[in-house]
């Protein structure tokens, strides 16, 4: 591997290493906090949904701004809008405000995020091939995956604890700080190599260019439409998943003050991304086909989810967290590798804002019909709903597979 590459994976990790921690902060009590400021659990999750609502009308616009502009902007600009809405949720929850403010702020986080979603992706991508790297591109997610781990681990224990020793607000001001660490971190080191921004184009004129060649280089090809339908039941239920986690743990704990169980529940998850990043050269060694271990992540998610939903242990749903959380991550370099081969380069940022889209178009829909389901019904019933909505994914995962596309096939590269 050349120095050149190694420089473009050592910022790669840098830049995801102090996202993640700042991001993670408020990973373990987030729920926690909307519902001290005053909101129900279907309003919790509505907000969250007007997250997702937000990444789904920015993520391609801002997918075109990565492929005109140049991802290292995107990036800035993504750092720079999270500082701001971070700073809003801390001043709603001390004012009390109502929900639509709530909803409003979320959607101007989700904006944030949109700017980082496929920007990155693509940057090191096309920063790779560009510094001559030939080897498996899953290797590189893995370290990623890995590094994730380690800062959301670090991240949610240290911000459930925090949250516990002062307030539930601490941890927002500490994230405001972090975020704009990223930020210096990327206009430092992050340079676009591998992409040359196309500049003197009127904007609409190239808006329209990029999103024309994005759906082409992206929905109507075959393999990447499958993955991008199933991707709102898989990614829609995630969400839900991971953010019910912290109440339903508490409820199974048995106390409801314990801000740290939720925060080292988060840390759980962690620790299992750190696993399942470990075990993508074991995954790449016992399956000849990246959709085989979709398909297989899939099967296992949906016991998982039913598991979670049936037991009243809190250790048992505990270790089901873990076992999901740890297939989820072991499949997620897969995934990228095989969605990087089906895409050219001058179109990746904004074909993989679209899949990214197709995801959050699934958290809108599915967090407040389950935030609905826990309210009426408990959380453990809108986790077995949760594993029906997940099942719904797995026509599209084989439908992908009958493709038979060169990039499905796990070579030793």
């Not at 980082?116 to 590189?140: C, H, I, K, M, R």
């Not at 709102?232 to 109440?247: C, D, E, H, R």
């Not at 389901?373 to 909505?389: E, H, L, Q, R, T």
Request: proline share 3%; net charge neutral.
């Amino acid at each position: 591997m050349s120095q050149a590459a190694r420089g473009v994976q050592r910022t790669y990790l840098l830049i995801t290493l102090l996202s993640t921690l700042a991001a993670s902060l408020i990973w373990g009590i987030n729920t926690l906090f909307l519902l001290d400021a005053g909101l129900s659990n279907t309003q919790a999750f509505a907000a969250n949904a007007f997250f997702t609502l937000g990444m789904v009308v920015f993520e391609v616009p801002t997918g075109v701004v990565a492929d005109t502009a140049g991802r290292r902007i995107s990036y800035l600009l993504g750092a720079a809008t999270l500082i701001a809405s971070t700073l809003l949720y801390l001043l709603m929850w001390n004012i009390g405000a109502s929900f639509w403010g709530w909803a409003l702020v979320s959607a101007f986080l989700g904006l944030g995020f949109t700017f980082f979603s496929g920007a990155v992706e693509a940057w090191l991508v096309d920063a790779l091939n560009a510094t001559g790297y030939t080897g498996p591109l899953e290797s590189v997610f893995a370290k990623g995956q890995i590094v994730m781990g380690v800062s959301m681990l670090s991240g949610s224990v240290a911000g459930g604890f925090i949250a516990q020793a002062t307030n539930l607000g601490v941890p927002y001001i500490i994230r405001a700080v972090l975020l704009g660490a990223t930020f210096i971190a990327a206009a430092v080191f992050m340079k676009d190599l591998g992409f040359e921004p196309r500049r003197g184009v009127g904007p609409l004129i190239e808006v329209k260019r990029v999103l024309r060649a994005s759906i082409d280089g992206g929905w109507r090809l075959r393999p990447m439409r499958w993955l991008m339908l199933a991707a709102p039941f898989t990614a829609g239920v995630a969400i839900y998943a991971f953010y019910a986690l912290q109440p339903y743990l508490l409820e199974l704990y048995g106390d409801d003050t314990a801000f740290g169980i939720a925060g080292l529940a988060a840390a759980i998850v962690a620790g299992a991304q750190i696993l399942g990043g470990l075990t993508v050269p074991l995954v790449r060694r016992l399956f000849g086909r990246r959709t085989h271990v979709l398909i297989v992540v899939a099967i296992v998610s949906v016991g998982v989810l039913v598991l979670v939903g049936l037991t009243t242990s809190f250790w048992v749903a505990i270790a089901g967290i873990v076992v999901w959380s740890i297939s989820f991550a072991a499949s997620t370099p897969i995934r990228q590798a095989y969605v990087n081969g089906l895409i050219e380069s001058e179109q990746r940022a904004t074909v993989l804002s679209f899949d990214a889209l197709m995801g959050s178009a699934g958290g809108v829909v599915t967090q407040p019909v389950l935030g609905r389901v826990a309210d009426v019904s408990g959380y453990g019933a809108s986790y077995v709903v949760s594993a029906g909505i997940m099942a719904l994914s797995l026509p599209f995962f084989f439908l992908a597979r009958r493709e038979n596309e060169p990039c499905d096939v796990i070579a030793d590269e």
